[in-house]
């Protein structure tokens, strides 16, 4: 569900700079220039500088290293900084503090949106139709006068599953305790050994729904 936060974010830079962290990390290799600007799917010149941004704003002892006739790596990181860093930069990312705030049942109008992001009224216009689309893959619209999702309840509660629980980037909302989980277990165990049902669901997903 990582594709939905790529989504999310208005700004192209960010999205590429994401990315090349994702890649990085998840890697745990170097990876070599042109095959990290294909994966990003940008140049090599403005690879380049957004690493160089990156650097620039990552926090202290992380660095990404241009290894001459090798490709780029990552630094280690010990003390996990990197995805807190990235919940840091998406939690003032416009869209992602608009469906916090509706969440949160923070219903503004588009201006006073825009006051609050201090984004001008039509850029703010932008990026509420690009989640409009966003929204249509999960049955849902965006109600324009004042900014709020509108669907059946189920899949409002599906959409915003996916949105705090689908990704590493934004925080969960709280953790299943030790009785959920043993309730879930003893519900599968016991509709499993009587035959009635044949449980397909995932378990993670379960919990949290």
């Known amino acids: 569900m990582e594709s939905l936060y790529y989504k999310l974010i208005a700004e192209k830079k960010l999205v590429r700079q994401i990315k090349i962290i994702d890649i990085l990390v998840s890697g745990h290799r170097v990876i070599s220039v042109i095959d990290l600007a294909k994966l990003v799917k ?10 160089t941004s990156l650097n620039l704003q990552l926090p202290e002892n992380i660095n990404i290293e241009l290894k001459k006739g090798l490709g780029y790596t990552l630094d280690a990181d010990p003390n996990g900084q990197i995805y807190p860093w990235i919940q840091k930069i ?51 619209k965006l109600n324009f006068k004042n900014v709020d999702l509108k669907g ?12 705090f629980y689908g990704s590493r980037y934004v ?8 009785e959920i989980i043993e309730l879930f277990k003893r519900i599968k165990n016991r509709a499993q050994s009587l035959g009635i049902i044949k449980l397909s669901i995932q378990y993670n997903r379960s919990l949290y729904w």
Do not use: C, M
């Open 90 to 140: 998406l939690n003032a990312s416009p869209l992602f503090v608009i469906l916090t705030g509706i969440f949160n049942n923070k219903i503004l109008t588009p201006v006073q949106w825009a006051d609050n992001l201090y984004l001008s009224e039509t850029t703010l216009r932008k990026y509420l139709f690009k989640l409009n689309e966003i929204l249509y893959d999960y049955n849902l």
């Open 42 to 51: 940008t140049s090599t010149k403005t690879l380049a500088e957004d690493i």
């Open 152 to 163: 059946s309840e189920e899949d409002i509660r599906f959409f915003f599953f996916n949105y």
């Open 171 to 178: 925080p969960h909302l709280e953790e299943p305790n030790f």
